[in-house]
């Protein structure tokens, strides 16, 4: 169950800053364990992290959709 804030303060999940992940190619947003090092943040998982240490980095497709070429 999500944390509620008393009173209603702090930050809405749309308020967050979001990056494209360099393996992936999906927007993830900012986390709170990110927060001292969010510049140097590239992927948004170790599974992608894993994935462009072997593979390196791809782009994602024009259109955003895999095979609408």
Known sequence: MARKHVNGQGTAKGDLPSKLCQACGRP???RRKWAR???AVKVCSDRCRAALRR???T???PSGRPGSD
Do not use: C, K, M, T
Request: overall charge negative; glycine content about 8%; charged content about 25%.
């Open 28 to 30: 993830f947003v900012w």
């Open 37 to 39: 090092d969010w510049e």
């Open 55 to 57: 593979d390196g980095p």
């Open 59 to 61: 782009a994602p497709p």
